[in-house]
């Protein structure tokens, strides 16, 4: 009895174990040494920016930092938070992300709501106009003389209002919202006296959670890494976001952007740093862990909803 047992749960376990193939083994070695390549290749540089913005500058000039931090130092991150411009840059991306994204949910979920509505007339036509923004745009000139025209130039307003939705997205939400809001539903709310606006917050918000999640993602990251609309609508160094802050102290190699570091650090201080690449190297690293390590800390907690968004809002419909 106890022998025709242990066979029977042989037998199932063997029914249920997967016999792969030779060509499919070795598509699963070729396609896992493949995703460790390019998963060694994208997480590097960030060990590598991690760990010398931790270190001695000396160590990272030399070259010595190759995966550990060397000579372990917090100088670098002392100068970076001492430095006010950064703040204000930091302030301003803070401001420009939060209004700038519920903004943007707001409006795509006002275009994206009648779009996805099957008698809805002219919507096809619209989604066409929309969909041709994509490929075909005003330009660069005429974008900015209409933008002074509005008396929008320096000013907040401009990095937010002329950039209502972005067409990805509301292309995504219809269709999530298509798959996934049956036409009966709106059907029985019309029956019971809804307006639209009711159905927009009472049916269609309360079971968008995935996409509002994605959309959200997208455009606070959009915000968060603004830069050329800064860097052509903004002239008042008060309203610049982090990300032109960073271009001119990494990028341009601003002589302002020194100076004023190097007036908030000690005599001391300034008596060992003999030469500007000392300064550079103290501060590029811990600037780039700065200005990341918000949108780092927040994609963990969307990340199930990102993944769930988009696969529902690509497929389905």
Known sequence: MVRATDRARSASTGATRIRHAREDRLFYLING???????????YPLIYIVSSSFSDANEVLAGRVWLLPRKPSLEGYRAVFEFKQLWV????????TVFGTVYNLLMTMLVAYPLSRRDFVGRSLLMFLFAFTMFFQGGLIPTYLLIRSLGLLDTRAVM?????????????????LEANVPNELYEAAWVDGASNTRMLWAI???????????????????????????LI??????????????????????SAAIDDLMADITEEQLLEMTKREYLQALIQFALIVVATVPVLVAYPFVQKYFVRGVMIGAIKG
């Open 33 to 43: 040494v493949l995703m460790t390549v390019l998963f060694i290749i994208v997480i």
């Open 89 to 96: 840059g930091y302030g301003n991306t803070a401001f420009y």
């Open 160 to 176: 937010i209002v002329p950039w209502a939705i972005g067409v990805w997205n509301v292309i995504i939400t219809r269709t999530y």
């Open 204 to 230: 269609v918000v309360p079971v968008s959670g995935p996409i509002i999640a994605v959309i959200t993602l997208f455009y606070a990251v959009m915000h968060w890494n603004q830069f050329f609309n800064a």
């Open 233 to 254: 609508y903004l002239r008042d160094e008060k309203l610049v976001p982090l990300q032109i802050v960073l271009r001119e102290i990494l990028v341009m190699n601003s």
